[in-house]
């Protein structure tokens, strides 16, 4: 994911976007190809860019953190009902556990760092949406249909 892709997104659909339209910040064009499926899709009927907190205690250092999830999603599906979502945006490479390597490197070191936050982050989140009855999804650059 590229650092210098970031910007304010402009929704076609302002209404359904909870929290303020005029400061929806996308951090990658990911996020923004997200930002414009959510606003534009004709089921999804609400969706916030980093509004809830949960919080996660570190396995780096030990303390609380706060996580934001990328979005909330609120949709409704082909029966009618509807179900919220956390959604995550994260290259594929940082979901999965490091491969483990002959001789520790700084890269790997910091790989193992990265896994062992967002794991962290992420059972919480699966956690607060169990306890609502929401999804926690984790969408990848395969998700997006982007190949490298």
């Given at each position: 994911m590229s650092k210098y892709h970031q910007g ?83 290259p594929k490479a940082q979901t999965v556990p ?35 009855g929401w999804e926690f999804i984790k969408i ?9």
């Amino acid at each position: 994911m590229s650092k210098y892709h970031q910007g304010i997104f402009r929704p076609k659909n302002p209404n359904k976007y909870k929290g303020d339209p005029t400061k929806i910040f996308y951090r990658s064009r990911w996020e923004l190809m997200v930002m414009s499926k959510l606003d534009e899709h004709p089921d999804v009927l609400e969706w916030s860019s980093e509004e809830i907190v949960i919080l996660y205690r570190s396995p780096i250092d030990g303390r609380v953190h706060r996580y934001y999830p990328d979005f909330f999603m609120r949709r409704r599906d082909k029966d009618g009902k509807t179900k919220g979502f956390l959604i995550e945006v994260k290259p594929k490479a940082q979901t999965v556990p490091p491969k483990v390597q002959g001789k520790p490197t700084k890269r790997y070191i910091n790989e193992v760092a990265t896994w062992g936050v967002n794991s962290a982050k992420w059972k919480m989140a699966e956690q607060y949406c169990a306890d609502r009855g929401w999804e926690f999804i984790k969408i990848t650059e395969d998700d997006l249909g982007l190949k490298f």
